[in-house]
């Protein structure tokens, strides 16, 4: 079986990372800050399991479920407060939510 | 019976935590019984305490109830110390203390206050205890703070008077600048000789510090000005007058025969110390002898019975401490003895006609009460006479002692003596007036606010058993205290001066026959039978004079001390807290809340409550760190 | 098995930059959901197959369900699309790149000072889950916790 270079599969991960980081700055509709966030998780989840697969390892993949479950929770209170935004100000637009401000 | 001698200050504290505890809801009887019952205890056991000790040889004795307080170095036991001192003291406090307080339960049968009154004097009276039994100096402290604060809410008993409080507080700010330097003195000594108690330090320090070293000066000299503050001397006698505004036997127990003689008590008890510094020793016999002719000036001049009383008093105890500078300690505590019979009945009369003219304080508004009010009259006449040193009256030995002690001085005999005869004259004349104002002559009395007092308008003297009883026990040992010697010459059986009389025969009674001269010139001036007349008109011509009214408003006034003191202190002190009003020191801390403030103001801009600027911030940051890990 | 990974890489990273470039939520969606389904190929191909489904199952299917189910009650329209191009400006890309770009620089770096090659040997169910219900108990039922946590804050915040 051929061999796949470890550093090829974490770069990958930084790359998807970044994206995801790339959207989350640049963007103003909530819905793709909290898809852009998905991104992140998914590589950091990534990277897990790479260090799994290179240390022959099961811990990795146990952190990747958590991870996981974490997702899972967050997108359900996020899209649970994107209703309720939309609803209040009928906008998805982040910047109008500025009045939390010192 | 001598193991039972914690028993002593345990009596009256146990009356005052019962008093306290069911207060107002005692009877006046019950009341009564158990605060004059206490002390009354105190009195049986030291009775039997003394006893006791003079049975088996007046050997000193001492006994630790329990352990205070053991940090490092520092040993304080609650420790009780008996010897002839500590019992002459014991004996004055609870047997003076207990006739005081069987005359309170007549004296203010009809005040609202009763328990109040009588828990306080409990407490009074428990500490005073305290203080003369201390082995040591901390306990010493505690008692000595104790009496303090009994003296504070004792004068000012009767709240309701907001001159009463300023009063008090006067009396307890006066006292803690003496307290302060006192509380330096303990450390001083406690870093010097590592110790506090007071026996032990007797025994160290004459062989630590030589005769005249810094130390001994500055520690006794601390003391002292505890003393001089606790004993109204110069220059802390400013708030004994003023701590006449209590109830007349408060003014009777604590300003006159116990708590104002502590600090004679705590010179006498620390002699040793005095000696190893004879310039602070001759610093007390002046402080004496400046004090006791100052109060004699000024109470010539009053017009209130009890601050000529109070005047008299910081005299009398000028002349102890004159005694105690000479070095004539048994002397001092003798005159101490004497001091504390003669001036209670004086005060315990003074009450009485007090009470019997419905609280009219002026003499000069009395007069003629010879008749209507004859026992307070026989009581002034001896307490009087005894206060004057007549012959084979109590004050006589007493005074006598001083002064030849006084003549003994090696290098200032003769003033301090001269001084002291001076002094004698004064008390003659200004206890003689006070005597032939009220109680001859015409009487100037008018009944106030006559529509208060309809039932009992007329004068009518109280002679309750309860207030005549302590009246004449009070004047028979006021006429024949003189003949009891005090069994103090065990403790300073290792003091330097020899007391013995050199004075010539005519100075002994040129000191005799000046008193009774003084006695004359009163009766000339305020007592004759045309005293309305020539007297008066004398005394008259004696107040027109520009240098005879000066003198008048001058001593009136206790030597000007307190307007000094206002103008000096008081004023300056306000001066400054006005400029102050601002807190100058809180500026230092108020910039730090203005920087703070400052830095808030500006750190609030990034916060735009903007999510995206937030992100980039955080993400800024992270590239930051990594960068410091990564490129270090 | 290496030209599997290196295929559904590509495929991951052409999806995902898709997602953040797209202007339609909806296909934005679909795009993220091409994106996992290739990373759950790439984990099949490092040899951890329960991973792999897990991230088929779970968030490609359950998760972006929820996404479009959401997306759809919002209901938005051809207006917000205008409003999301009037929005994707190149200015605004400058800064969050640069970051982005230096951080990326930071990763690589670390990570290309060794060299070790992966030989993918599965990882299977068992080994997991003996894992999972031994020493990780206690995180299991923690992540248990956060899940009803979110589930009944999800509720709350939904509700009219």
Redesign the interface.
């Known amino acids: 079986m051929e061999s796949i270079p470890y550093e090829h599969g974490l770069i990958l991960a930084a790359i998807l990372f970044v994206c995801g980081l790339v959207g989350v700055l640049t963007r103003r509709n909530i819905v793709f800050v909290l898809m852009s966030l998905e991104i992140m998780l998914n590589a950091c989840g990534l990277a897990f399991v790479v260090a799994s697969s290179r240390w022959q390892h099961a811990e990795g993949q146990v952190m990747f479920l958590m991870i996981l479950t974490l997702a899972a929770a967050e997108v359900a209170v996020g899209l649970g407060l994107i209703i309720q935004m939309y609803r209040r100000f009928h906008t998805v637009d982040i910047s109008v939510l500025n009045e939390m401000k010192g | 019976m001598q193991n039972w001698i914690g028993l002593l200050p345990a009596f009256p504290l146990a009356g005052f935590l019962l008093l306290v505890l069911s207060r107002g809801r005692m009877t006046k009887t019950v009341a009564g019984i158990i605060g004059a019952g206490s002390v009354g205890l105190s009195f049986l056991l030291a009775v039997m305490i003394s006893i006791e000790f003079l049975n088996s040889g007046a050997q000193p004795f001492s006994k630790t109830l329990w352990m205070w307080m053991q940090v490092g170095g520092l040993d304080t036991g609650f420790t009780f110390f008996l010897d002839g001192l500590t019992l002459v003291m014991i004996l004055i406090i609870s047997g003076v203390g207990f006739l005081i307080h069987l005359y309170s339960t007549g004296f203010m049968a009809d005040d609202p206050g009763f328990a109040r009154f009588f828990s306080y004097m409990n407490l009074f009276v428990a500490s005073m205890l305290v203080l003369v039994l201390a082995d040591n100096l901390i306990l010493l402290y505690l008692g000595w703070e104790g009496v303090g604060l009994c003296s504070y809410l004792l004068i000012g008993f009767w709240y309701d008077n907001p001159a009463n409080g300023y009063a008090a507080r006067k009396a307890f700010v006066v006292t803690r600048v003496g307290d302060t330097s006192m509380a330096i003195g303990l450390f001083l000594l406690f870093s010097q000789l590592g110790t506090l108690n007071i026996q032990e330090i007797l025994l160290l320090a004459p062989t630590q510090w030589s005769t005249g070293s810094a130390v001994a000066v500055a520690a006794s000299a601390l003391l002292l000005g505890g003393a001089v503050g606790k004993s109204a001397q110069l220059p802390l006698q400013t708030w004994l007058p003023d701590a006449m505004a209590g109830p007349t036997p408060i003014s009777a127990l604590i300003h006159a025969a116990t708590m104002v003689t502590a600090g004679v008590y705590l010179i006498a008890r620390t002699h040793i110390l005095f000696e190893l510094a004879p310039s602070v020793q001759l610093i007390v016999a002046f402080v004496g002898l400046a004090t006791l002719l100052m109060a004699g000036f000024t109470a010539l001049m009053q017009r209130d019975i009890k601050r000529i009383l109070a005047y008299s008093t910081i005299s009398q105890i000028g002349y102890m401490f004159l005694a105690l500078g000479v070095g004539a300690w048994s002397a001092a505590v003798f005159h101490l003895l004497t001091h504390a019979f003669f001036k209670a009945l004086l005060f315990l009369a003074a009450g009485t006609v007090i009470l019997s003219l419905h609280h009219e304080h002026d003499i000069f508004k009395m007069g003629a009460m010879r008749r209507r009010l004859p026992v307070s009259f026989w009581c002034f006449i001896v307490g009087s006479a005894a206060l004057t040193a007549l012959p084979f009256t109590s004050g006589f030995y007493s005074k006598d002692a001083i002064l030849l002690a006084a003549l003994d001085h090696p290098s200032y005999g003769m003033l301090l003596w001269v001084g002291g005869v001076l002094g004698a004259f004064m008390t003659a004349l200004y206890s003689f007036r006070l005597v032939f104002v009220v109680f001859f002559g015409k009487s100037h009395y008018e009944q106030r606010d006559t529509q208060q007092h309809d039932d009992h308008g007329a004068v009518v003297e109280n002679t309750s058993p309860a207030m005549f009883f302590p009246l004449l026990i009070l004047a028979i040992l006021s006429l024949f205290g003189g003949l009891i010697s005090v069994p103090v010459d065990a403790v300073f059986a290792n003091g330097a001066l020899h007391e013995e009389a050199h004075a010539s025969q005519f100075l002994h009674a040129l000191m005799i026959l000046i008193p009774i001269l003084g006695v004359m010139i009163s009766w000339l001036l305020y007592g004759s039978l045309s005293y309305e007349k020539a007297g008066a008109h004398l005394r008259k011509q004696l107040l027109v004079s520009p240098l005879g009214g000066l003198l008048n408003r001058f001593w009136f006034s206790g030597w000007g001390m307190d307007k000094l003191y206002q103008t000096l202190l008081v004023q300056p002190f306000l001066a400054l807290a006005q400029v102050n009003r601002k807190d100058i020191v809180d500026l230092v801390f108020n910039s730090l809340s203005y920087v703070a403030r400052f830095a808030n103001s500006a750190l609030v801009l990034t916060q735009t409550g903007n999510m995206r600027w937030y992100a980039i911030s955080l993400v800024a940051g992270l590239v930051i760190v990594i960068g410091l890990g990564v490129w270090r | ?2 030209f599997l ?1 290196y295929t559904a ?1 590509i495929v ?2 052409i999806a ?2 898709a ?2 470039v797209s202007t339609n ?1 909806v296909h ?2 679909v795009y ?1 959901i091409i ?2 389904l290739s ?1 759950a190929v ?2 099949f ?4 197959p ?2 792999a489904m ?2 088929a199952i ?2 490609a299917g ?2 972006m369900v ?2 479009l189910f ?2 759809m ?2 209901n ?1 329209g051809q207006a ?1 699309q205008d ?2 191009k009037a ?1 994707m400006q190149p200015r ?2 400058i ?3 640069t ?2 770009a ?3 620089a ?7 000072t ?8 599965e ?1 299977g169910v068992l ?2 889950s ?3 219900f031994g020493p ?1 108990l206690l ?1 299991v039922e923690l ?1 248990s916790m ?2 009803l ?3 009944v ?6 509700k ?1």
């Not at chain 3, 191909?45 to 951890?48: D, S, V």
């Not at chain 3, 930071?106 to 290309?112: C, E, M």
């Not at chain 3, 060794?114 to 040997?121: E, K, T, Y």
């Not at chain 3, 804050?153 to 939904?158: F, N, S, T, V």
Request: net charge negative.
């Open positions: 098995m290496i990974f890489a991951a990273l995902t930059i997602v953040i939520v934005a969606l993220l994106s996992l990373v790439i984990f191909a490092l040899g951890a329960f991973a897990l991230e779970v968030y359950a998760i929820l996404f959401v997306m009650m919002l938005l917000t409003e999301e929005w605004l890309w800064g969050p790149g970051l982005v230096l951080l990326l930071q990763l690589t770096s670390v990570l290309f060794q060299d070790v090659a992966i030989s993918p040997v990882v080994d997991i003996v894992l999972l990780w995180a992540a956060l899940l946590a979110g589930l804050a999800a509720y709350h915040l939904a009219k």
